[in-house]
């Protein structure tokens, strides 16, 4: 007895299966262009067309795979025939239909699968239609759909073989069975040609084969100027994969116009009468960096004055002392508090608080020239990077700085009196201590500023002053 699934149509299935002739034959290019579309679509290292004989399965197609057959009893397209439903197995080393199988059970084994059934004109299964992987994986509604979309085209394949040889005497025949064979031939360049992305096939020396619309569209060029070009003069930096591989990057692709977009390249090599060929899929991702560089910026920047936060603060402050000693020129890190500040909360409320810090960061800004730096860390706490500068001119500056802070500040209908107490602290050449220390150093002379109610405090990082 069978270690495996037999359909209850067992013998009209094998007679239906020998009468076509599709076993023990040599590879035919109508099945060889669905399981290369099936690798490239899928991004799967195995595509097969599987037909299933008596005792064996016969590799109709086959992308992947060097064996022609291999036994009925480790097919695990044979359970597809029986359920006459797509099966997929996102795991098979954890199915026990399946784990045994020698092509599973090794830690390089096979491991995806998902077949579609093959039928005849009478509904009959023949054989499958499958991709597989060595790596655990799901399959979404849109791959399943374009799976299910190929295979129609292998079932309209073999349902015209049928007709082909029942009208093969007669001319209605054969020009029938010729105009279906190319509307095979259009649809499957069609599931190309509309595709979302740019494909780009590429011949043994990297030149471009095949050029679709959305390719045309990206670089503004159309498919017969793209033809015979070299993949480097499309996309720079590129390193093709070796045969039965895969690879993911992100490149520039040059357009017509001169123009370069940021892009993702799915790549795969496969061979084809012994040279090497590639799919290429390349997908825009210009929205992509630009949504990344919005939220890189948005991850440094304080939402309520748009200054630089204490994140942005910790990343330019190292940077700028590291200056200080290729230049020789000092700089001066101002702490700035607000005093004053939560009274204009508790009397005006939060919006008018809010109004005014952005008044404060303002004014800040109008202050300093356009080689300083302001950031606002938190609450009422503003800090000020000056570089370049000595001692006096930073004592001076603060002066400036306090006037300027102490102006009114229109809060609608009424108005605001602040001050603030501000600290300093200056590294120059042949200092030493960190960023931290620095940034410390500045609220210390400040609170000690803020208690003595006297002019700013000096503070230093070289541990020896």
Not at 142 to 151: E, F, P, R, V, Y
Not at 393 to 417: M, S, T, Y
């Amino acid at each position: 007895m069978s270690n495996y699934p037999i359909p209850a149509d067992e013998q009209a299935r094998l007679a239906a299966l020998h009468e076509l002739k599709l076993l023990d034959c040599s590879a035919e290019p109508a099945f060889d262009r669905v399981t290369r579309l099936v690798s490239r679509l899928l991004e799967v290292p195995i595509a097969l067309v599987t037909l299933i004989d008596a005792h064996r399965q016969w590799l109709k197609s086959r992308v992947g795979l060097d064996v022609e057959h291999t036994p009925r009893s480790e097919s695990v397209c044979n359970w597809t025939i029986n359920q006459r439903s797509p099966l997929v197995i996102e795991d098979l080393s954890r199915d026990p239909r399946f784990s045994h199988f020698s092509g599973v059970d090794r830690p390089d084994g096979l491991r995806f699968y998902v077949g579609i059934p093959l039928y005849n004109s009478a509904g009959v299964a023949l054989g499958s239609l499958c991709a597989v992987d060595h790596q655990p994986r799901q399959i979404d509604a849109i791959q399943l759909a374009t799976l299910q979309d190929l295979a129609a085209i292998i079932n309209q394949d073999i349902q015209l073989r049928e007709a082909n040889r029942r009208l093969a005497i007669t001319l209605a025949g054969h020009a029938e069975t010729h105009r279906a064979l190319h509307e095979r031939e259009t649809e499957l360049r069609l599931v190309i040609d509309t595709a979302y992305d740019a494909y780009i096939g590429l011949d043994g020396q990297a030149r471009v084969t095949a050029w679709n619309r959305a390719a045309k569209q990206m670089f503004g060029m159309a498919r017969g100027a793209a033809l015979g070009k070299s993949i480097d003069q499309l996309i720079g930096s590129l390193t093709l994969p070796h045969a039965g591989e895969r690879s993911i990057s992100e490149a520039l692709a040059n357009r017509r116009d001169g123009r370069e977009l940021p892009v993702e390249v799915r790549m795969r090599a496969f061979f084809v009468d012994a040279d090497t060929h590639y799919s290429i899929f390349v997908h825009d991702i210009t929205e992509r960096r630009q949504l990344d560089a919005l939220r890189d910026k948005e991850a440094r920047q304080d939402v309520l004055t748009g200054l630089p936060n204490r994140r942005a603060l910790d990343e330019r402050l190292p940077e700028a002392m590291a200056r200080v000693a290729r230049s020789g020129q000092p700089l001066a890190l101002l702490f700035l508090d607000l005093d004053g500040f939560k009274a204009v909360n508790d009397d005006h409320g939060h919006d008018a608080g809010d109004t005014l810090l952005r008044e404060i960061a303002s004014r800040l800004l109008g202050s300093v020239r356009q080689t300083d730096y302001v950031a606002r860390l938190a609450g009422d706490e503003f800090v000020v990077l000056l570089e370049g500068i000595d001692e006096a001119a930073a004592q001076a500056f603060v002066q400036k700085l306090v006037a300027c802070i102490n102006a009114p500040v229109a809060l609608g209908d009424a108005h605001a009196e602040i001050s603030a107490s501000i600290g300093v602290a200056l590294h120059g050449p042949g200092d030493v201590g960190s960023a931290a220390q620095l940034l410390k150093m500045a609220d210390v002379a400040m609170y000690a500023t803020k208690r003595a109610g006297k002019p700013p405090l000096r503070q230093t990082t070289d541990i020896d002053a």
